[in-house]
T-cell receptor
Framework: GQSLEQPSEVTAVEGAIVQINCTYQ??????LSWYQQHDGGAPTFLSY????GLEETGRFSSFLSRSDSYGYLLLQELQMKDSASYFC??????????FGPGTRLSVLP | DAGVIQSPRHEVTEMGQEVTLRCKPISGHDYLFWYRQTMMRGLELLIYFNNNVPIDDSGMPEDRFSAKMPNASFSTLKIQPSEPRDSAVYFC????????????????FGAGSRLTVL
């Protein structure tokens, strides 16, 4: 089977830095994605890591360690609008993406 | 581009009724996915198509569920008969087939269809 683990909830204050971890055990691995979903909205793509290391896109960065089956999403200079659920997703085959249970991030003023 | 378009946005029906959800993928995208999201089970892949052909339907919960993609711009997910446990948000997503850039790794989701079966 496929198993992805994320913390269920994270709380931080505006301007802070928060890290959301994801560990996975899957039958295949092509890469690790991160998606953001606001309440009532659709998941939207944030990042994709196929190789080990850190990828930076503005305030968001994503890290992957394939040997540790681990990745994280780093959000800097938190803003209220960052309050949402964040999902990691493993591409286990050419076409199949398996999603984690999601982490609900609450940003406090 | 208008993105992935789904309809209806909300559907309330009674147990036993037929439900049809519709999806228009992004033009030029070769892959179309149907996901279901619930609090208990998260985001689950139900089925996906490549060039209008169903490739993997192992996530379809049971025979009451069926999906079709008659052409590159339209897909349906049908539940017949519907049951209360089918209540969920159903997302359609599409992606391109450009393996040499990030487009192949990006799923673009529609706004979802929230289904309530009473």
């Amino acid at each position: 089977g496929q198993s992805l683990e994320q913390p269920s909830e994270v709380t931080a204050v505006e301007g802070a830095i928060v890290q959301i971890n994801c560990t996975y055990q899957t039958s295949g691995f092509y890469g690790l994605s991160w998606y953001q979903q606001h309440d009532g909205g659709a998941p939207t793509f944030l990042s994709y890591n196929a190789l080990d290391g850190l990828e930076e896109t503005g305030r968001f960065s994503s890290f992957l360690s394939r040997s540790d089956s681990y990745g994280y999403l780093l959000l800097q200079e938190l803003q209220m609008k960052d309050s949402a659920s964040y999902f990691c997703a493993v591409r286990i085959s050419g076409q199949n993406f398996v999603f984690g249970p999601g982490t609900r991030l609450s940003v406090l003023p | 581009d208008a993105g992935v378009i789904q309809s209806p946005r909300h559907e309330v029906t009674e147990m036993g009724q037929e439900v049809t959800l519709r999806c228009k993928p992004i033009s030029g995208h070769d892959y179309l996915f149907w996901y279901r999201q619930t609090m208990m089970r998260g985001l689950e892949l139900l089925i996906y198509f490549n060039n209008n052909v169903p490739i993997d339907d192992s996530g379809m919960p049971e025979d009451r569920f069926s999906a079709k993609m008659p052409n590159a711009s339209f897909s349906t997910l049908k539940i017949q008969p519907s049951e209360p446990r089918d209540s969920a948000v159903y997302f359609c997503a599409s992606r391109g087939d450009r393996v040499r850039n990030s487009g192949a790794n990006v799923l673009t989701f529609g706004a979802g269809s929230r289904l309530t079966v009473l």
